[in-house]
């Protein structure tokens, strides 16, 4: 069986290095990819892009299925032509991914629904939302409307902040993802990634998990696409589990099918979990997260192939996913600048070496000869296994003291608030 996996980036490889363990399976492409993974037995990295170079990818190497990764070939309509061409593939189409293309679609979509959200209002004209701002004050959420590729939110905890990124946002400088924002309530709490996999109204929840969005310890810094993760996250007992599925994933696929947009592929809901035990939905992304994807596939012991195509077949109410007792950890090395700036063409040493129970996954990494270079703001995430979440956090912290670049930046506080008050400022 051959399978083609979309996109380049940590999320991806990871997808394409568990796909390649499956005893099914001889070949994964992985398009366009990146030297990284191209490393991995049994994937193949084949650089071409574009959903008409994907599609005939598919059809020549006759894939079984195709996985798409990462949200910008989804907005582009790949699963809508793929699947006008009668190839299989797992992914949300473009109808059904408006909940992740449009932030005013999704917070709309979940008022009609009654799935528990922020207050939010939405704004294209500058000065109807600044004098939204003097009303409501500081601290305050503002998101573009649109993709942004992770730089479209806003924590701005003063007024002035506030002001400068509905400036920034409507003034251009997201481009057309800018055209409008949102305007949401701050909610405090505990943050959590609820994943799923999902065909129609069938779903299969996946292990939980945490990320770390900010740059620096202690959630300080501009937001990014996420410094680390860890699976499980304690914060979701299994009582909220079962709140999350009731109040939250079930009514937003079956909302989905109401709408004539039925829902297929991974569905991702980030959680803020107040002191109090409400839950609220954050946002949605239409696709695995990155990098909780690291950690979760770490765990994973079910073919991953069986799970998708339980999925593609309409046999997801009968799967079953086993995981690993064990926790797993990554922690995100990215290069200097990131994420406004990052610098590119750093060497990279010690990527030859790695401990029991890690993987490195690539990110932003390409080879120049037999030196390996930084490419890209996430260059690496440091995956670990351990028989206790702290146990994987000292292994994957191990393992990055043997990697090197210039400006390196990593937290050196991932999982933290699952091992708090214990947690150490910085690693053992």
Known sequence: MKILVIGSGGREHALAWRLAQSP????????????GAAQEEGVHCVPVQGIDAWLDLARREQ?????????APVAAGIVNRFRDAGQAIFGPTLEAAELEISKDYAKRF??????????????EDPALAHAHLEQVGAPIVIKADGLAAGKGVVVAQTLEEAHHAVDAMLGGGLGEAGRRVV??????????????MAEGEQVLPLATSQDHKRLRDHDEGPNTGGMG????????TPTLHGRIMREIIQPTLQGMLQEGR????????GLMISPQGTIKVLEYNCRLGDPETQPLLMRLKTDLVDLIEAALEGRLRNAVADWDRRPALGV??????????????SPITGLDTSLPDTHLFHAGTRREG???????????????????????????YEQIQLLHFDGMQYRQDIGWRALKPHAPSKPE
């Open 370 to 396: 037999k030196q390996w270079v930084t490419q890209g703001g996430r260059v690496l995430c440091v995956t670990a296994l351990g028989d206790t979440l702290k146990a994987a956090r000292h292994q994957a």
């Open 183 to 196: 305007i949401e309530e701050f909610l405090t709490g505990e943050e959590a990634s609820f994943i799923v």
């Open 229 to 236: 993760a860890y699976s499980p996250a304690p914060v979701i």
């Open 110 to 123: 979940m008022h009609r629904h009654g799935i528990p959200t922020a207050h939010f209002s939405t704004f």
């Open 332 to 345: 995100v090395l990215a290069a200097p600048g990131y994420p406004e700036h990052p610098v590119a063409g």
């Open 262 to 269: 039925p829902y297929t592929g991974f569905l991702y809901a």
């Open 63 to 71: 894939v079984a299925f195709t996985v798409v990764g990462p949200e």
């Open 24 to 35: 099914r399976v001889s070949h994964v492409f992985l398009s366009p990819g990146n030297d």
